[in-house]
């Protein structure tokens, strides 16, 4: 929790967010992640100052569970003073104990936002969906939350100005808002309406613009000029073998290429049709299709498809 102190911007953790995305749909199937098409509601998790304290965090923690689809699961909520914003004790359940930051004592309405990142702890647990390490675990969960419909409260419990700041979660700004914009994307649902921090639209905006440029890069038929260029570029150097394969100078664009890999006789010598490797703009999975013009693909992970020029 950032509080009153410096606020990271940009995309440090981009590449992560995108593996957590497509852990996601691994994990949980196309079919679940469509369950999720209805974000968490705003009257549902609003808290004002003449609520009942423990009465309201409970009732927004049910609110949570009931999103996340936990029916055996019951939350039990209190605040203590602490550096983080929130904790949750992880164990074999049906109850599971969250500490909330005593500064969420008089600053309730950021409660859900809490909320909604500590039962993602216990969702995952339950789907024993983890990443090695503290640090790429909680950008999962707040992947997770942000593309499951309660992430938009995260990035809205953001304000900064010149004499303050707050900020929840482990993602930058930017990156809560590309993740709630690929799930703007996907579900057509605009969670700039629900927004109360001006600063949190504007990353929502900053992180739709980067997610609107995953669907137009190379060699997916929405790409510019530019891109297409460079391309095919790259295209000729694969095929004639004068930088050999990966000539793209993958982690600078996002496609590679490489031989089929098999001979007429059916065996394999490296030097078959050459095949172009992209990631998919939606779920992330790597998609290998044949360079020969115009193809479509359909990712097998999250069904999209794609209009391609390879």
């Not at 953790?13 to 098409?37: C, G, M, P």
């Not at 549902?44 to 996340?68: K, N, P, S």
């Not at 003073?81 to 969420?104: C, Q, S, W």
């Not at 990443?131 to 809205?156: K, M, V």
């Amino acid at each position: 929790m950032a509080n009153d102190g410096p606020v990271e911007h940009g995309y440090p953790h981009l590449e992560t967010v995108r593996a957590a995305i497509n852990a996601l749909y691994k994990r949980l199937s196309y079919d679940t992640v469509q369950t999720f098409a209805t974000s968490v509601a705003p009257v549902d998790v609003a808290f004002c100052d003449t609520d009942d304290l423990h009465l309201g965090a409970q009732r927004v923690a049910r609110e949570m569970v009931r999103h996340y689809r936990l029916p055996d699961a019951r939350m039990i909520v209190g605040f203590r003073e602490m550096t983080h914003a929130a904790n949750v004790e992880l164990a074999a359940g049906p109850e599971y104990f969250i500490e909330l930051n005593d500064r969420f004592r008089t600053h309730r309405r950021d409660i859900g936002a809490a909320l909604a990142h500590e039962v993602m702890h216990v969702y995952l647990h339950r789907l024993d969906l983890s990443f090695p390490g503290t640090r790429d675990n909680e950008i999962l969960t707040d992947t997770a939350a942000a593309y499951l419909g309660a992430g938009w409260l995260l990035l809205d419990a953001y304000r900064e100005d010149a004499d303050s700041s707050q900020k929840l979660g482990y993602l930058t700004p930017e990156e809560f808002g590309y993740v709630l914009a690929k799930r703007a994307l996907l579900f057509d649902e605009d969670p700039g309406i629900w927004f109360t921090s001006p600063q949190a639209y504007t990353a929502y905006a900053a992180g739709m613009e980067l997610a609107r440029r995953d669907s137009r890069q190379p060699p997916l038929t929405a790409a510019g000029w530019a891109g297409r260029r460079r391309y095919a570029r790259d295209r000729r150097h694969a095929q004639d073998r004068q930088h050999g394969p990966g000539s793209s100078q993958p982690g600078v664009v996002p496609y590679s290429f490489t031989p089929d890999g098999s001979d007429a006789s059916g065996g394999s010598d490296g030097h078959g049709p050459l095949r172009v490797s992209f990631p998919c703009p939606t779920c992330h999975q790597r998609i290998r299709v044949p360079v020969r013009g115009r193809v479509r693909a359909r990712c097998g992970v999250c069904r999209t498809v794609l209009e391609c020029d390879t």
